[in-house]
């Protein structure tokens, strides 16, 4: 089949999601060009964001939001939300998947689609984080939100399995709303600790934590390269 990866079982593609999980995102599309012939969502989707960030006017914004509309989702319900969204939740799962959402396991073509619309997307998101809604946690258990007045990420702890996972997202201001994009993410245990991590991850992504988890009470003072370390907020680990 033409520009699908195909894996023997569930196990071996279960396997390359968990060490795709632990890369940048310039990692995740080095690791795309290896597979001849073979063009991913997920580099798709990067096109379109950088499409997006770029524009400089509604119409320009809304020809692009027409292009990719067949394939990503929108949020319809808020005119200031200009970000372009993958209908899966993990996004580095999405660099495995045709543009239309598909693999083959076991000589069978899946489609990896979690979602259809935005109402789908949050309704995810909150089954993977049960988060009440219209709640806006500045420091919190398991979940930081910091916000500028031109950058804000979220960043909220959870298990996959039996590993920890960070699941990030970023916006930047643009035009008149908000966009969610790749950026930098970094923490440290101690206000004047050595920095951790410091990779470029998409939004949407899921930091594995890999070795040693976090212990319960662990706190992790989170910024981004846009929010800046003196934004830094703080997100204390109760798993």
Same mark, same amino acid.
């Given at each position: ?5 195909? &894996?023997?079982?569930? =196990? ?25 012939? &073979? $063009?991913?969502?997920?580099? /798709?989707?990067? =096109? ?11 119409? =320009?914004?809304?020809?692009?939001? $027409? ?47 979690? &979602? +259809? ?5 949050? @309704? =995810? ?9 219209? *709640?806006? /946690? ?10 500028? @007045?031109?950058?804000? &990420? ?28 790749? $950026? ?10 050595? *920095?951790?991590?410091?990779?470029? *991850? @998409? ?5 594995? /934590? ?7 009470? $662990? ?9 800046? +370390? +003196? ?9």
């Amino acid at each position: 089949m033409k520009n699908i990866l195909s &894996f023997s079982s569930e =196990e071996e593609y279960n396997a390359l999601l968990d060490s795709l999980g632990t890369l940048s995102d310039e990692e995740l599309l080095q690791w795309e060009s290896g597979q001849k012939g &073979f $063009t991913s969502m997920y580099r /798709i989707h990067s =096109e379109a964001l950088g499409q997006i960030l770029n524009a400089t006017c509604k119409e =320009e914004y809304e020809s692009i939001k $027409t292009a990719y509309q067949t394939d990503f989702i929108f949020n319809d319900k808020d005119s200031t939300d200009l970000s372009i969204y993958m209908p899966v939740l993990n996004v580095s799962k999405a660099i495995t998947l045709t543009p239309e959402g598909f693999v083959c396991i076991a000589g069978e073509r899946k489609n990896m689609k979690e &979602f +259809e619309n935005y109402d789908g997307y949050k @309704k =995810e998101l909150s089954l993977l984080y049960p988060v009440p809604l219209g *709640v806006t /946690i500045e420091n919190g258990i398991n979940r930081v939100h910091v916000k500028t @007045k031109k950058r804000k &990420f979220t960043a909220q702890i959870g298990m996959r399995g039996n590993q920890q996972a960070i699941r990030v997202n970023a916006s930047k201001k643009v035009l008149w709303g908000w966009v969610e994009y790749t $950026t930098a993410y970094y923490w440290k245990y101690t206000p004047n600790g050595p *920095v951790q991590f410091g990779k470029e *991850v @998409k939004s949407g992504h899921d930091i594995m /934590i890999l070795g040693n988890p976090f212990p319960n009470g $662990t706190k992790l003072y989170m910024w981004t390269r846009g929010t800046g +370390e +003196e934004n830094c907020g703080i997100m204390t680990v109760q798993l």
